[in-house]
Structures are given as structure tokens and as C-alpha cells.
């Protein structure tokens, strides 16, 4: 471990995990896990900043870190762990909190977007999320994040909290950075192309969630909105098939131009089947993976308590060091 750079990530347990986040996320997480130390979190206290229903949250959780594993994600290689079962993350956020200032936080994008649309709950919580964020990632002395476009305004607050208690108490925090992948897709809404893939969109046609049996993925692609246009051509204009054709290559590897040579005359409906089916197969042993997992709680549950312990320690060092610093009295 002592000579790989650490690596640490993060998602919500919101929604349904969706091909999106497969491509976008855990697919690059999967060929991370050899070159680096690999952390990787459900964080469940960050949803709180939304009201949740207590039984779905949990039931989420334990979804969302059995999906992880079903992809892939091997929890002999990395740390993985829900966010809430390590406490240091909430200590240091307190203390985090009082490096931070109302002016940062108030700039945040991410911030004035989501009190737009959740006006009647605009809690603290929301405000400071990014601190918890900061504390996520300082914790560990991270070296690289990987981070969607939307998450790099928090990148940027973290790095400039850590550069601050540094200057202030000597080097304390490592300072991350983000890090972009190589294969970068953005996977558009297969409703609305111009919109992302979300993963907590209200309408379920939008997305593929990764647990959609494929009666459902099938039909999803078959009916996903494309353009007015026959031809199996990349072009950003033609956000609909383009977006697909982005899927398409994602999963298979293929380049566009390798696609279009394959598609040449041949119609949407030709190319959306095959489509609907690669999906299928990508994730036919993830669900099967998925299912034997769940049946399994108890694999699941110390999976999940040997990730917190490794977590905590690690963890805990840095937290220490840090009380150590302002004054807190260590006993
Ligand atoms: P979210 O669903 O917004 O919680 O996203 C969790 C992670 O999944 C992000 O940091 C991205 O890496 C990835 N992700 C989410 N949506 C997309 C998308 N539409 N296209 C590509 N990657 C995505
Ligand atoms: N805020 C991130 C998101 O919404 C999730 C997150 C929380 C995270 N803590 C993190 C991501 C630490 C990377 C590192 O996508």
C-alpha cells in the first residue's frame, strides 16, 4: 500500500444505480483497483442532506454496496465501506466546519441548484456538504478523486480547506487532486438526450437501472428517443443516437467509427436491439452475482464491518493528528 497513490470515491445511495454510473464511475473504479489503493464509499450521510424514508435508506445502503461488489469491486483489494459506519468522518466535518467560510459555501453551485429545487427543506446539512466531503477525502490522505464535472467545484473547496489548516498548523492534510479518466463519457437521458443520465431521475424510462431485468432494458433502449434520421452516424447533432452509440462503444469497446462501418445500412431498430442486448449480457452476471449476494447477508455485513475497521484506522490517524494540532486533549 505505502508506495501506491490513494484513490478515494464516493455515491449516494439515491435512486437506483444506473448504466451511467457503471460507465461513468465503476467500470473505471474496476481498472483502478490494481494501480492504486482504492477507497470506495456509499455515502449515506450525505443523503441525509434529502428527507429519506429510515427503512429505504437502509435497504438502500446494503443495494447499493452488494452492487458494488457485484460489479466487481473486490474487497480484498480496496476499502469498502459506508460512510456513516466511521465516525471520523462526522468529527472532522465539525471541525472542518470552522475552517470553512459562509462565503464559500454560498458559491457552490451544487448548493444553489439543489435549495432551488428542494425549497421547502433548505437545511444547514445542504449548506455544508461539501465540509463533509472535505472530510471524506481528507481523512485518508487521499491523493486522486475521481470526480464528474458537477463534483469538482467540491474538489476545489476541499483542497483550499486543506491548504488552509496547513498554513495554519503545519502539514496536516495531503492535497488531492482530481482525477479525470481517460475514457470520459457523459451517458445522456435516453428520454431527453440534451439531459444527463440521472440515477435519481423521477421517470424510470430514463435510465437503465443496473438491476433491470432485461424485458425492461430491452424495451428502455426500443423506446429510448432518438432522432429524426435513419442512419447509424456519431454526430452531436443527432443527440439521441449519439448518446446510444456512446453507450454502445462504452460497453463494447468498439470505436464510432468501427460501429458506423457495422451499421451501414441498417436501420434505429436493427441497431437498438443489438443494443438492448449487449446491455443485457453486461450486466446479466452482475445481477446473477447480485442475487447470490443478497441471499448471503451475513458475507455482506462483514464485508461491510471489515471495511469500516480498515477505514477507521486509517481514519483515525489523521483525526488524531489533527486534534493534536488545535488543542483537543487526547486520552
Ligand atoms: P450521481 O448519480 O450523480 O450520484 O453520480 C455518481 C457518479 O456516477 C458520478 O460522480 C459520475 O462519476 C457517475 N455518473 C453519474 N451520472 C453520469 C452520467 N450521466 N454520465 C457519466 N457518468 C455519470
Ligand atoms: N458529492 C459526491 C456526489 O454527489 C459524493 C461524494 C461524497 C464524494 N463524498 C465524496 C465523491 C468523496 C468523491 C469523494 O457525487
Known sequence: MENRKILLSGIQPS?????????????NWLSLQEQYYCIYMVVDLHSLTVRQDPKEL???CFE????????????????????????????????????????????????????????????????????????????????????????KQHLEITRDIAIRFNNLYGETFRVPEPFIPEVGARIMSLQDPTKKMSKSDEDPKSYIALLDNPDVIKSKIKRAVTDTGKEIIYN???????????????????????????????????????????????????????EVLMKNKDTLYNILKDGAEKASKMAQKTLSKVQKKIGIIQI
Not at 458494488?68 to 469498502?80: F, M, V
Open 64 to 151: 447499493f454496496i452488494g452492487q458494488y461488489l457485484a460489479c466487481g469491486l473486490d474487497p480484498e483489494k480496496n476499502i469498502i465501506f459506508l460512510q456513516s459506519q466511521v465516525s471520523a468522518h462526522s468529527e472532522l466535518a465539525w471541525i472542518l466546519n470552522c475552517f470553512t467560510y459562509m462565503g464559500e459555501l454560498s458559491r457552490m453551485t451544487q448548493f444553489k441548484e439543489k435549495s432551488t429545487r428542494h425549497g421547502e427543506n433548505i437545511n444547514a446539512g445542504l449548506f455544508t456538504y461539501p465540509v463533509l466531503m472535505a472530510a471524506d477525502i481528507l481523512l485518508y490522505q487521499t491523493d486522486l478523486v475521481p470526480v464528474g464535472e458537477d463534483q
Open 15 to 27: 435512486g437506483n444505480l444506473a448504466i451511467a454510473n457503471y460507465i461513468g464511475a465503476i467500470k
Open 58 to 60: 437502509k435497504k438502500r
Open 236 to 290: 452531436e447533432n443527432r443527440p439521441g443516437i449519439a448518446n446510444l452509440m456512446t453507450i454502445y462503444s462504452c460497453l463494447t469497446d468498439k470505436s464510432f467509427s468501427k460501429i458506423e462501418e457495422e451499421y451501414q445500412g441498417k436501420g434505429y431498430a436493427e441497431f437498438k436491439a443489438h443494443l438492448g442486448e449487449i446491455i443485457v449480457e453486461t450486466l446479466r452476471p452482475v445481477q446473477k452475482k447480485y
